[in-house]
């Protein structure tokens, strides 16, 4: 168990449809990182926020959104959904310092049909 | 720009040991991380290189020239249970993010 929380851990909605998932990092860790991973392919960094802040951004759509909110949980929205955002989605944090070893939430399973 | 290649696949038997080789370009270096990770599961942390040389943990090496923009992953005794992604990823020091590989899918027959 990393430590990191992820919420909910499967999803299953139409096309079209706005969905949230809902991330609690590690005790003590400020930023967070949202990734997607379709079906046997690599991480694609999303977007990272640190404490309540957005940090850096990647590879995220338009129709995508990400928040932290002050208790430092984080929020990814995905709407008006495709058939090709069916992944994936994980949360990671990372430990203060400059190590930057990032801890891995269960991940949520979207499936957009 | 940033690149980091893995090989997309490889095969080994129960028992043996098995390199799995990482290159990268990257702007700057603070650290190699390699994960592993089981279909349909989180990635979780196996090892982290800074500094040249061989970091030996259990049956896990990990090796890193940072000259050579080049690292390994060693697997000993392999186990069935080792049969995963392991996944390559580098810290710039000037990004706050890890670059990551694409993965390299390890297959273990008996």
């Known amino acids: 168990d990393s430590g990191v929380t992820q919420t909910p851990k499967h999803l299953i909605t139409a096309t079209g449809q706005r969905v949230t998932l809902r991330c609690s990092p590690r005790s003590g860790d400020l930023s967070v990182y949202w990734y997607q991973q379709s079906l046997d392919q690599g991480l694609q960094f999303l977007i990272q926020?640190?404490?309540?802040?957005?940090?850096a951004k990647g590879n995220i759509l338009e129709r995508f959104s990400a928040q932290q909110f002050p208790d430092l949980h984080s929020e990814l929205n995905l709407s008006s959904l495709e058939l090709g955002d069916s992944a994936l989605y994980f949360c990671?944090?990372?430990?203060?310092?400059?190590?930057?070893?990032?801890?891995f939430g269960p991940g949520t399973r979207l499936t957009v049909l | 720009g940033q690149n980091i290649d893995q090989p997309t696949e490889m095969t080994a038997t129960e028992g043996a040991i098995v390199q799995i080789n990482c290159t990268y370009q990257?702007?700057?270096?603070?650290?190699l991380f390699w994960y592993q990770q089981h279909a349909g599961e989180a990635p979780t942390f196996l090892s982290y290189?800074?500094l040249d040389g061989l970091e030996e943990k259990g049956r896990f090496s990990s090796f890193l020239s940072r000259s050579k923009g080049y690292s390994y992953l060693l697997l000993k005794e392999l186990q069935m249970k080792d049969s995963a992604s392991y996944l390559c990823a580098v810290h710039e020091d000037s990004n706050y993010q890890l670059i990551w590989g694409a993965g390299t899918k390890l297959i273990i027959k008996p």
């Open positions: 990671a944090s990372t430990t203060s310092g400059g190590r930057n070893e990032q801890f």
């Open positions: 290189n800074v």
């Open positions: 926020y640190y404490n309540g802040e957005e940090r």
């Open positions: 990257t702007s700057g270096f603070n650290g």
